[in-house]
Structure formats: C-alpha cells, structure tokens
C-alpha cells in the first residue's frame, strides 16, 4: 500500500481518506517506510529548503474564549502572563533580533476572541515599522477578524494571517464552547479574500482520535492551505488538558507523515511542544516529511535555542529558504 502511495502522489494523485485512515494501523517497518516515502514527496515538491519563522506574544491573557489547551483563557487560572499590548520598540527589537537569527518570518500573536479597536491601530502601526526596518515576511495571528481588517493589514505590509483550525470539525465541540468550528473558517476565508495567505493548522494530542486526525488533514486540503503548523500539545497546569500525555515521538512522527501526503505541497511546520514531545526524534521529522520549523520560544512555553535548530539544519544537510 505505502509504495502504491508514492508513485501516485508523485505524479500529481492524491491518497483517499480510507488510505488515510489505514496509515494509523502502521509500526515497525511499515512505519519506517511510511516516514521515508513521507520524506520523499517532502523532498520532491519542497528540495531540501526549510522555511524558519518566528512569533512573538504581542498581547498575553485575559482571553474570553473557553479553549481547553490554551494557558492564556481566562476559564482557567494557569499562572500565564498577562500584559497588554507590547510596544513598537519592544516588538521591533525582538523582530530584529529573531531576523539576525535566521527566521525569514514574524508574527505577532495577541490573545482573545479578536483584536480591539484601538488595539488594532497601534497593530498597524507596528507593521508599518516591522515593514520598514526590518527584510521579515510580515504575518499576524490576532484571532476572528472582518475583511476590513484584513485589508488594512495587507496594507500595512503583512503577507500571511495565520488563524488554526486547531482540530476537525467534528471534535472542534470537544475543546472549545465560545465558538464554532465555522467561526474559524469564516475568518480564514475573510482573510483570504482580502489577498493574503492563510496559514492554518491545530495541535495534536488534545484527546482526538486517528480520524480526527486524518478528517483535519483533509479539511485543510479541501481549503487549500499552504502553510500548515502542527503543534504537539503540551498540557498546562489549571486547563482541563492539564493531565493529558504528550504524543507520543513515533505517534508524532506518524502524523506529520500523514499530514506531508494528504498535502504535499504545503509547508509542514513542526511548531509548539516539538521539544518535549519528539525529545532526540526532532532531526528525524525532518527526514519525514516536515519542511519548516517555528524557531525561537512560543506563546508561554518556551523554545530551544535557534542556533542548535540552526545547527541540526546544518547536519541534515537542510537550507532555510
């Protein structure tokens, strides 16, 4: 089955949902050959480029949503940061210092359902100055935001919103109840209307099961998602995902393998939890099928240092892009 899969991707087919589906049963050397077809079609559609961003938490806390994975809810007492929005000088400086690093991209990243009024001018601002001062691509992760937005933030410089779809829709119910799976999807259309590109992915681990998994590979194909991050849940104290396991290194590795032949063509961006989850198997999902990294620390946990992942590039043989 997994050598039919190859030949067929590569030459511009598609698996099905029910290969999709099969692909959870593999271990041993079926999920060795799985993760090495996986690198292929990597290898073929994307060379051996890497794409390195970077994000910084612009706005931390006192969201209103009821997510249960996320630290920043005000739901849940976890002991997160709370501060408002950071000024230009701070965020220029942490954009400078991520840039001279190697991260090709930056993103702010606020807290809560949407972006304020006034909040979003000084937004705009901000751009305008990451724009001028910086060579970064530009991209924003403010929550639901209307077309009229969008358009002012294209305006501004930036090039790429990035808004999750966090799971499929038929667990989305499971993890948050102050909005809708569609909610979501509306923004990311919003947002694409407006000309910018979407980068839209989740996090694995939050109780979903295989088919969630493979159903979330496929929504985001059929919305034609190029940049896809995948996050491997890191449970925090005080939310109800507190006492999940993390996935399991094989068990992530199978699915970043997935998600690269549902969506060849996407950069597979191994994001948030990559640490702790994958421990000494980070090199290896570079060798199966993921093709971007998000470099530096995360929202609020922390990342590695950026030049090991640098260095890690290096011994692959990799180039950022």
Same mark, same amino acid.
Do not use: D, Q
């Given at each position: @089955?997994? /050598? *039919? @899969?190859?030949?067929?991707?590569? !030459?511009?087919? $598609?698996?099905?949902? /029910? $290969?999709a589906i099969a692909l959870g049963e593999l271990t041993g050397q079926d999920l060795s050959e799985l993760l090495w077809v996986a690198q292929q079609v990597s290898r073929h559609f994307h060379g051996n480029k890497v794409d390195l961003c970077s994000i910084i938490n612009a706005k931390s806390g006192h969201c209103s949503e009821d997510c249960t994975f996320c630290a920043q809810s005000s739901h849940y007492r976890t002991g997160a940061p709370i501060y408002p929005l950071l000024s230009v000088e701070e965020i220029l400086e942490r954009a400078k210092v991520m840039e001279s690093k190697g991260a090709r991209r930056f993103s702010l990243v606020t807290s809560g359902r949407g972006i304020? =009024?006034?909040d979003f001018d000084k937004i705009i601002d901000i751009y305008q100055t990451l724009r001028e001062k910086t060579g970064l691509g530009l991209c924003a992760s403010l929550g639901i935001i209307d077309h009229k937005k969008a358009l002012r933030l294209r305006e501004a410089g930036v090039s790429m919103y990035h808004h999750n779809i966090e799971t499929s829709k038929s667990?989305?119910?499971?993890?948050?109840?102050?909005?809708?799976? *569609? *909610?979501?999807?509306? &923004?990311?259309? !919003?947002?694409?209307? /407006?000309?910018? &590109?979407?980068? !839209? =992915?989740?996090?694995?681990?939050?109780? *979903?099961?295989?088919?969630h998994r493979v159903e979330m590979a496929f929504q985001l194909k059929e919305m034609g998602i190029s940049s896809v991050p995948l996050n491997l849940l890191t449970p925090i104290e005080g939310t109800p995902l507190r006492g999940r396991p993390m996935p399991a290194p094989l068990e992530a590795l199978k699915t970043t393998a997935l998600f690269r032949l549902v969506l060849p063509g996407a950069v597979l961006r191994l994001a948030g939890g990559r640490e702790s989850a994958l421990r000494d198997l980070q090199s290896v999902a570079l060798m !199966?099928?993921?093709? =971007?990294?998000?470099?530096?620390?995360y929202l609020t946990t922390g990342g590695r240092q950026v030049e090991d992942d640098l260095k890690m590039l290096e011994d692959l043989g990799l180039e950022v892009m």
């Open positions: @089955m997994i /050598a *039919e @899969m190859i030949g067929k991707i590569l !030459s511009g087919g $598609e698996i099905t949902p /029910a $290969e304020p =009024g006034e667990f989305y119910p499971e993890i948050c109840g102050t909005h809708s799976f *569609e *909610e979501r999807v509306e &923004t990311i259309n !919003s947002v694409r209307e /407006a000309g910018l &590109t979407v980068c !839209s =992915g989740g996090i694995i681990g939050l109780g *979903e099961r295989w088919e !199966s099928g993921v093709n =971007g990294l998000m470099v530096g620390n």
